[in-house]
């Protein structure tokens, strides 16, 4: 079992954040993957993770993960558009993965619209799960994955995959053992005395498992400052979620790996 490294931007004291732009620069770090799927947590059974730089309407997510409806799993993303009294617009991008330049690659997810005039990308979204895909010829190493929507009302998406060549039309999740890292709220500039919480979630889709993985912060000049090891007995197909509780005597900024 391999599993990718997992990064989300943190800090401490008067300087704690949880900044997109810091956790794309670090997660960005990986060499080309040899998984079927690039994307962690496709499925969105982890919750939606700083993988995903996610829209906020005032102080409202847009984006948040139920278990009303799902194609895989047990839970899917609903997006909600804002009452504005006209068609919405707004997006989501997942951090840049590194790929091959000149290579093909394939989005694909499944999308179902509850309100009227949904469209990704420019391609309309039924009232009934449809797989819809993109393709993508990178001209760099990197590909960013971004996602227009439009509409009134919500759409739900699930089983997202970013493939080398053109079929992703199947779901395969990015691991057998899926596992992430959250800390919120975005944006966030945490207060001297305040608690500094990580979320850690896994998830096994294949069998009955043990997994111990390590949290670290790592400060700017890349040196680990703090670690922690969290045991999850994992059973087939059932999310665990532990909250891990960061002990750092110093301020500045920093980023969490998993």
């Given at each position: 079992m391999t599993q990718q490294s997992r990064t989300v931007a943190v800090g401490i004291g008067l300087l704690l954040f949880c900044f997109c732009a810091d956790l794309y620069c670090s997660a960005a770090e990986e060499g080309p993957s040899a998984k079927i799927n690039f994307l962690n947590n496709g499925s969105f059974e982890l919750g939606l993770l700083n993988d995903w730089a996610s829209p906020y309407f005032d102080k409202t997510p847009m984006a948040v993960t139920d278990d009303t409806t799902a194609t895989h799993g047990k839970r899917s993303l609903i997006l909600t558009a804002p009452q504005l009294g006209w068609a919405a617009q707004w997006r989501m991008t997942y951090r840049p993965v590194t790929v091959l330049p000149g290579k093909t690659y394939t989005f694909a997810a499944d999308f179902k619209a509850e309100g009227k005039g949904m469209?990704?990308?420019?391609?309309?979204?039924?009232?009934?799960?449809?797989?819809?895909?993109?393709?993508?010829?990178?001209?760099?190493?990197?590909?960013?994955?971004?996602?227009?929507?439009?509409?009134?009302?919500?759409?739900?998406?699930?089983?997202?995959?970013?493939?080398?060549?053109?079929?992703?039309?199947?779901?395969?999740?990015?691991?057998?053992?899926?596992?992430?890292?959250?800390?919120?709220?975005?944006?966030?500039?945490?207060?001297?005395?305040?608690?500094?919480?990580?979320?850690?979630?896994?998830?096994?889709?294949?069998?009955?498992?043990?997994?111990?993985?390590?949290?670290?912060?790592?400060?700017?000049?890349?040196?680990?400052?703090w670690e922690k090891s969290v045991v999850f007995k994992l059973k087939a197909g059932i999310v665990q979620e532990k909250a891990v509780k960061i002990s750092l005597n110093r301020f500045g900024s920093f980023r969490a790996e998993l």
């Open positions: 469209a990704v990308n420019g391609k309309a979204i039924n009232e009934e799960w449809q797989r819809i895909a993109f393709q993508y010829k990178p001209a760099t190493n990197y590909l960013e994955v971004v996602l227009d929507f439009r509409g009134r009302g919500a759409i739900r998406m699930d089983s997202a995959m970013l493939v080398e060549g053109t079929d992703a039309s199947v779901f395969v999740p990015a691991d057998p053992v899926e596992m992430g890292i959250y800390c919120e709220p975005p944006g966030n500039i945490f207060k001297e005395k305040e608690n500094v919480v990580i979320k850690v979630s896994a998830v096994s889709y294949e069998a009955d498992t043990v997994v111990k993985p390590q949290i670290s912060l790592v400060d700017c000049y890349n040196e680990k400052r």
